[in-house]
C-alpha cells in the first residue's frame, strides 16, 4: 500500500465521498449523490469542528476510500478521551485489497495521536461481514447500540 495517501477531505472530494456512501444496499435507500447541497452543508460544518476528522485515501490521485473520525472527551471512565469512527467506506474496486484495515489502522493511530484512551465505531446490524472486519482488527462487540431518527 506504498501509494497510498490518507489526508482530509476537501469540498472537491464531496462527490466521490458520497458516491461511496451511495454505493451498497443501505446506502442507495439513504443517499442522494445527485444533489449535493445538503452534503455540502454538512461538510463546512464537519471541516470547521476541530474534533472532526474527514479523510480520504487516495490512490494515484483517485479518491479510494473515506471515514470520519469524532473526538469525543467525556466524563465516564476517569475522563477518557474517546473516538468514534463513522462512515467508512472502500471503493467497490478496491474492497479486499487491505485497503480497509489501513484506513482503520490510520484511524487508530490518529487516535493515539490525540491523546483519546478509547476508539469506538458502529455498525449496521445488517453488515455482518463488517463485523467479521473489525473484531478480525480487534474491536470487540461489547455494546449493543439505538438509534431514534428525528
Known sequence: MTDLTIRRATADDLPAI?????????????????????????????????HQHLVVAERTGRTVGTLQL??????????S????IEAVRIHADERG???GTELIRWAIDRSRELDADLVQLTSDATRTDAHRFYERLGFVASHLGFKLAL
Open 97 to 99: 485489497n487491505g485497503l
Open 70 to 79: 469524532t473526538v469525543v472527551p467525556g466524563l465516564s471512565r476517569k475522563g
Open 81 to 84: 478521551t474517546r473516538t468514534i
Open 18 to 50: 458520497v458516491a461511496m456512501l451511495a454505493d451498497d444496499p443501505l446506502g442507495a435507500t439513504r443517499e442522494s449523490p445527485d444533489d449535493l447541497t445538503p452534503y455540502r452543508t454538512a461538510f463546512a460544518r464537519i471541516d470547521a469542528d476541530p
